[in-house]
């Protein structure tokens, strides 16, 4: 699967999670899950359930504790896609 | 035996060993804070502990005491609405530890006093290496035979009700390390409190009902987790329903 697609699934998913809505639009790879979009730190265990879902993957407790930003959730998942 | 290293055991028998020896002192200043200086009352407490005892005897094992949240002083209600005080000096197990964040307790006095009122301190979203040793240490207690208190919102709920989308997962962790445990919800409120405050409402009467839940899944890792602790709040959900349910019906809602 190519980057800009992981990217932009990863988007569509974290989207129900997302406070600051705004700033989504224009989220690169180095924006933050909590402290820029304003997600729950609390749901972040659902947003990596529904990577796990959405991709078909495992994702083990040290990988999700390595999801800060949207890189690094693209990261994780294409590493785990291999 | 759950495997936690040797000095945390100590230091957990240590702060249980003072944690008693104070209680005498501790726990009446407690109570005569909650009933002479804010007039508080817990309704039909002697039902409400009559059940407890009914519980705690109905069959052997761990006990994890989950229980909604709306002020910072809910678990000296708790301990109050479960047992009479010099009751806790038999069944020292049963004066539950309890798992504040360690944020919250950064002066000297407010450490001490956490200490002695069999506190482990947990640091949301902090290192997993901190975070799975506490989990370690609640599930050594808890398979010791102490009761450990813990809110499965994760803070006091900002909904003025039981928060079923907004909650942590945390207690899922401890029920699958703890598969056995069973699970004792409260759930508590004062007639006057409508929402989340610091300290309860000064002559507030309140109501505890609890009830045993023995939370199952087939899933593992985090949705596990999400699925123990979602049948938690689900069932402190449910309570807080009927609660409000006979509050309206009668006036006054149903007890234990």
């Known amino acids: 699967m190519e980057h800009q697609e992981t990217f932009d699934k990863v988007i569509g998913i974290i989207k129900p999670f997302v406070k600051n809505t705004d700033k989504l639009s224009t989220a690169d790879e180095h924006t933050r899950l909590l402290e820029d979009l304003g997600v729950n730190s609390a749901r972040l265990v659902d947003i990596v359930l529904a990577f796990e879902d959405e991709f078909d993957i495992a994702i083990d407790d040290e990988a999700a504790d390595r999801v800060h930003t949207l890189g690094d959730a693209v990261t994780v998942i ?3 896609l291999k | 035996m759950d495997q936690i290293a040797r000095r945390d055991q100590r230091t957990l028998a240590l702060q249980r060993a003072v944690s008693f020896l104070f209680f005498p002192i501790v726990a009446p200043i407690a109570f005569f804070w909650a009933r002479v200086v804010k007039r508080l009352s817990v309704r039909d407490a002697d039902t409400v502990r009559a059940r407890f005892a009914e519980l705690m005897n109905a069959e052997p094992g761990p006990v994890l005491i989950c229980s909604n949240h709306l002020t910072l002083l809910d678990t000296i209600i ?6 009479p005080l010099p009751s806790y000096l038999w069944h020292y197990s049963r004066f539950p530890w309890s798992v504040p964040e360690k944020a919250n307790f950064s002066t000297w006095f407010w450490r001490v006093a956490s200490f002695l009122g069999k506190c482990v301190y947990v640091t949301r979203g902090g290192p997993r290496e901190e975070v799975k040793r ?9 398979r010791s035979g102490e009761l450990v208190s813990i809110f499965p919102e994760g803070g006091r709920s900002r909904t003025e009700r039981v928060d079923t989308e907004n909650f942590t997962y945390g207690v899922g962790q401890i029920a699958q390390a703890v598969p056995e445990a069973r699970v004792l919800c409260i759930y508590l409120r004062g007639r006057m409190q409508d929402g989340y405050t610091d300290s309860p409402h ?3 009467e309140y109501s505890v009902t609890l009830e045993m839940l023995h939370p199952r899944t087939e899933a593992t890792g985090l949705r596990g987790a999400r699925d123990l602790a979602t049948q938690i709040i689900h069932k402190l959900a449910d309570m807080e329903d009927r609660y409000f349910a006979d509050r309206e019906r009668s006036g006054r809602p149903s007890i234990a």
């Open chain 1, 78 to 80: 294409q590493e785990k």
């Open chain 2, 78 to 83: 708790i301990v109050w609405a479960l047992a």
């Open chain 2, 134 to 142: 506490t989990l370690e240490k609640i599930a050594y207690l808890l």
């Open chain 2, 202 to 204: 000064t002559g507030d």
